[in-house]
């Protein structure tokens, strides 16, 4: 007898990355009820259930859905903004001064919204988000039907936000609340970084985080100076100024860690802390190249992350993948490092183990949700193949992707995308976001 279920996928590869360097011919996976409930040989599916939906994939590859660890979603409305400058005068001569004039809710929600729909077009199915209005993020993500943890941000100084530490925690404490019970919208601690954020708000985070159980979200070492800067004013490296405060854990998720010493990269192993590595973001502000490869020796967890789109330019996973794997192989003079199997690890389950979801993601296994990219090898300069997880990583982009699934619902079909939202009202939400920030 049959067992009904509402989808079944049959495709030519499937990498479940756990077990880890498996990759599975003429598998399928079952779904129902957004749940994963099978991986088996496709003559063996066909004979077990009887499905709703039967996707052919003969020339792809399925392979969980991406985890962007590390974005500021609504950034993608100042995309191109500023370029070519290295992040501090980025920041105080360009970004700063235009969030300050034009950062809002409606600006929040219409980003997130435009990121989103970059994001899913990718195969990006989770990420971590950090920014302003997070209940603004959280309904733009939710309307779009995409997963996603959200910072609530955290700076000493006003914004058009919140006024003060205190403030920022109490509004988006408010709005963890309002959304703590949503089944794809979670949430984390997000304090800027430790030179926008002081000693006696980064303890209460600390605190916060753990009686919440919840992550912290913080950029840390991004660049040379913040580093003797904090010295400076410290007498202690940022890292070490963290630990003193309580923030370190396996709950903290440190974004970019490109200036690291040796007692950095100890502290951050023996407190069991996960990097976002931000590898094209780095290379654009000429902030510098992250040690990965020292880092994953040292048995951190490290996702990758785009940052956000005023930075990238690009919320495109396949892009820091390769990135990723070619600045490891470079900067240390091995060939070797970050092979291509690993670096799909970091955009998946590593990604998704960081935010504690890997129960629920990052890798196709039965019982966890059904959130899926299929990439097509079959275009012209995909061909030949001879390792698909190779192709992956080194040959296809994110204009290959042909399938989007989470929780089991179609986000992209065939290369066409189906949100849940106004998406078609994007060009001249844009457009209008646009005529607003010229000359800023």
């Not at 407190?271 to 973001?281: K, L, R």
Request: with cysteine.
């Amino acid at each position: 007898m049959t067992e009904r279920v509402d989808l079944l996928i049959n495709a030519r590869w499937i990498v479940p990355v756990q077990p880890a360097g498996q990759v599975l011919d003429h598998y399928a996976v079952a779904v129902n009820g957004g749940q994963i409930v099978a991986l088996l040989p496709q003559a063996q599916a066909r004979a077990r259930f009887q499905a709703h939906t039967v996707t052919e994939l003969n020339e792809h590859v399925l392979i969980p859905g991406l985890v962007n660890l590390h974005v500021h979603a609504a950034m993608a409305l100042m995309r191109g903004i500023a370029d070519d400058l290295p992040l501090m005068k980025w920041l105080n001569d360009a970004i700063w001064p235009a969030e300050a004039k034009h950062v809002s809710h409606p600006f929040v929600y219409d980003g997130t919204l435009l990121a989103a729909a970059e994001m899913i077009a990718g195969g990006i199915t989770t990420c971590s988000e950090m920014y302003f209005y997070p209940e603004a993020a959280a309904e733009a993500f939710d309307h779009v039907g995409m997963r996603a943890v959200i910072g609530l941000p955290v700076l000493d100084f006003p914004t058009a936000y919140a006024s003060d530490p205190d403030d920022y925690l109490a509004k988006g404490l408010k709005v963890r609340d309002q959304w703590r019970n949503h089944h794809r919208i979670g949430f984390s601690l997000a304090p800027h970084a430790p030179y926008t954020v002081s000693d006696a708000p980064l303890e209460r985070i600390a605190m916060l985080a753990s009686e919440l159980d919840i992550p912290i979200h913080i950029h840390i070492h991004e660049t040379g100076i913040e580093v003797s800067e904090s010295i400076a004013k410290h007498r202690l490296r940022p890292i070490a100024r963290l630990a003193r405060l309580g923030v370190l854990g396996s709950h903290m998720i440190g974004v970019h860690a490109v200036h690291l010493d040796s007692a950095d990269i100890d502290l951050l192993s023996r407190y069991n802390c996960s990097i976002a590595h931000c590898p094209s973001s780095n290379m654009k502000l000429a902030s510098g190249i992250a040690p990965v490869s020292t880092l994953e020796q040292r048995g951190l967890r490290i996702g990758l992350g785009s940052d956000g789109a005023a930075s990238n330019n690009r919320l495109d996973l396949f892009q820091e993948m390769r990135q990723a794997a070619l600045l490891a192989k470079v900067s240390t003079g091995d060939a070797a490092a970050l092979p291509a199997h690993r670096v799909l690890r970091m955009a998946t389950l590593d990604a998704a183990e960081a935010l504690g979801l890997d129960d629920s993601i990052g890798s196709i296994t039965p019982g966890k949700q059904a959130d899926l990219c299929a990439v097509s090898l079959s275009a012209i300069e995909t061909r030949p193949c001879f390792d698909p997880v190779s192709h992956l990583i080194f040959v296809a982009g994110r204009e290959h992707v042909s399938h989007v699934w989470i929780d089991g619902e179609t986000r992209v079909n065939s290369g066409k995308q189906l949100l849940q939202t106004h998406n078609s009202d994007l060009p001249g939400i844009t457009a209008m976001w646009q005529h607003k920030l010229v000359g800023e």
